[in-house]
């Protein structure tokens, strides 16, 4: 799958770039195909107390209890299995959201106001739920999940 990266504000797009950016409206050509920009565990059995610190962990709830009658799916993110500090020189920027690799919303975090987490309340019964978070100091980190 090709990663595409906005040249302007960092967003990201999975196997094409749009005509404008979701995020900062940039034009396509603002686009660039960045492998790297997602970073990855070196060993994912084995990770190390920073990787911990920045995958993404994602709880899908089923049951609505925002939207009463609806098909709702709450899909909670929280950065890392250890918690990531939130401090004016080293914090969680955003979480973006994907339902099937299409970019669906951003929470953007502030540090010290915020936790290093966010929830979406989606009408998506099923599809492939992926979330991308921004550290300032270690770029993008993915987590997926089936709904």
């Keep these: 799958m090709k990663v595409f990266e906005c040249g302007v504000c960092g967003h990201l797009e999975f196997n094409e770039a749009p005509e404008v950016c979701l995020v900062c409206r940039a034009k ?52 890392g299995e250890i918690q990531h500090v939130m401090v004016p020189e080293h914090f969680i920027r955003c979480i973006d959201y994907y339902l099937n690799y299409a970019f669906i919303s951003r929470v953007w975090l502030s540090p010290e106001a915020c936790n290093p987490g966010a929830a979406l309340h989606l009408n998506a019964p099923s599809g492939t739920i992926t979330a991308i978070e921004n550290c300032n100091q270690h770029g993008n980190w993915m987590a997926e999940v089936e709904v």
């Design 28 to 79: 396509k050509d603002a686009f660039s195909e960045n492998a790297d920009a997602i970073k990855k565990p070196a060993d994912p059995a084995n990770l190390t107390d920073a990787e911990k610190k920045h995958i993404p962990k994602i709880v899908v709830v089923k049951e609505c209890g925002l939207i009463p009658g609806q098909c709702c799916t709450d899909v909670h993110v929280k950065v």
